[in-house]
């Protein structure tokens, strides 16, 4: 019987084996990719400086960060926090060690992040992210905003069985209309009614056009402009169309078509498409901006995402660190894939071979029989308790593909049987 | 120029990228071994219920676990802390899930953990440990000790050069000599100065003994004792010969025998050791301990241990629990391999081919290029600077084993060259 409360914390992430398999594979699968597209992996400390936190928290996120202390009497001074994200520790990482890394420098972060939100279904407190970021110092040409994509791409292609589509779009190019439109002062607003679009009926949307005082025009101007989306074809022609004579505008919607274009190049046609309804809620973002998507489970949402970021580090030091980077959610994701049937849910058995010793007097040579079966690449356990052989066989059972049994005869003759338990088989072991 | 101190804060690991894929890959190398031998990965939150955490701390370690809150108002009621080992999450675990599993439950848990340690060299605040565990429900046999030594053992080899040795001892042997000369209110003190014999000159442990009022005939014995290590011929040969007529020593010394010979039976002569000396500091074991050493640098102590506990969750649940365990400290053991240069220095550049356009033109057709090659399974970066050829050259050597040009004549020709930086030498690209 239970004598405490054994439930791990609300919000965070406690899964059992056969889930943790599949979530650890899914995790190796996105580094590798990673790894492959060039970028490093760092590692930087969980628990970092609270003024190096606070330096870019600000608003909810400020509220969200875990401080730590030892006793209560300290807690006051706490001057250590832990990360809320892995760009904030990236920044003084670059900055710490710039004189040893090389630029542009590519660098992926794969680990937990904390932040004390309120617990409800899906968020967490204490979350996997999968972050690549491209680092340049003083420059950093536009190419490299679709190498972040494309591997991004490369990264979901190997765990979801369901295609995934690149929503991008560039932030210079809604900042020109709403300049060209003479509607600066209500910049911050139509930026958030858009990245609220599309969770909203469309009358929803309008309406909060109107009480921010857009006129029928600009309303319509803003819808039309808000739903174009599709080819490289499509939308750079009908961009160009609207004739705006505005230079943010123009360089938003070139860089938007360097973008798509070497994608297409790329080979990754119909993985991507452009979208204006795409800004992202961060001012963060200064350029290029993208989420992924699901086509074909579009109540999931949003699966991952990032951007182009002016300056990395403003905060931290006078050098010009400008730098693109997108993320991977990877325990809201595995949660949601799971909640919607999208991971196999029959997790294989972890253990290819359970060697079963008859009596403890078999024990050492069962240890030898696991360690040459280890040495072909094989998972293998073996039982050692000292029950009765049918408990051995039914825990066998339980947690492996196959079993041998070991006895005194199996020794002397050397002939060794492996039962194959799904399927109830017999056959010779090969060694 | 730097506006705000970027360092890490201290007790914490932070790496260059080349120093991070050496401790990555000793991680997996780790990882695998664990995995190979038929443990279970599984993942705990860092943040747990304080009263799970402190249910177990007690002492020194109590002082120094981390507290999290959000703000100061809220640190008083925190009720959330930060684990400062594996083994209190999964007792916690065990005890949430123990319906799911199958006894006995072998686990393992690489990850970090933290302890608010006055920061000093070599010790960690937030450190990396490579867990290993066997839970048994009601009971567990002596023969998963020696399972847990061997796959130590196993994968210390994959990423040490030099020799380890498993030095392995029975805490009940000890307790048994301790109760057979009647000393056992002096039992805590006497385990204490065992513990730390090694240490001090001999002539300090004999003050030590003789401070707690051990006779000169008692000391001798005690040193005698202590001195007793090597094979098992040996050591239970001499541990026989010393005739005590205790049932707790004559346990020990059985069980010490049966992993020993365990052990043996399963190839690993020469790796281990019995060795009186061993007590471990924790009156957490209750039989079998162990600690590695590497005897060609005993300068640097004990490089992992672990042992035996009688009940892992006695706190949590009435169920019985019994276990073995051991552990690899990680970020302590990468520190002094490193300081002691038995880390190959010279880490490998991380990247196999770097593409490199002539001009953005060909930006398309290298990313193509480079998308094949790492379909056959090479790390691949394409330069996406719009610098001078020479600039992307010096760039490409500082980060890549191998360069390959791609310009105007090459896309047309389809006759691409590879660099080897290391050597100079060019040679036609095979895809």
Redesign the interface.
Known sequence: ?????????SG??????GA??I??SIKAKISEVY????F??????????A??LF?KAGGDTE??????????ET??K?D?A?RFDHTVPLA??V???EN???F?F?ATQIG?N?R?ERAQKGRY??FYQCDIDII?RN???I??D??II?TLLDAYGTFLETPVVARINNRKILSGLISALGLVEKSADIFDIIDHAEKVPLEATKERFENIGLSENEINKMVAFTNLHGSRDVVIGNLSKLDLNNETFTEGVNELDQVL??L????YAGKYEADMKIVRGLDYYTGTVFEFNLPEHKEIGSVGGGGRYENLAG?????FLPGVGGSIGLTRLFYVLNENGLLKSDAEK??DY?IIPVS?NE???A??L??KL?EK??????V???KKLGDKMT?AA??AKNGVVVGETEIVTGNLKVKNFATGETSDLII
């Open positions: 019987m239970k004598k405490i409360n054994t439930s791990p914390i965070t992430q406690e899964l059992l084996p943790q398999a979530f650890d790894h492959a597209h060039g490093i992996r760092i590692e930087t400390p969980i628990i970092d400086r003024e190096i330096a509220k969200q960060v875990y401080r730590v202390f030892k006793t209560a807690a006051e706490a250590e832990l003084r990482y900055v710490e060690h040893d890394l090389s542009p590519k937990r904390f004390g407190r204490e340049g420059s950093l040409p190419s490299y679709a190498d494309s274009k070497l297409e190049a790329e080979g905060n931290f030091t006078d050098q972890l253990i359970e403890e024990n050492g040579y240890m030898g696991a360690k280890r690449g094989f998972v293998v356990d073996v050692l308790t000292d825990y339980k947690i």
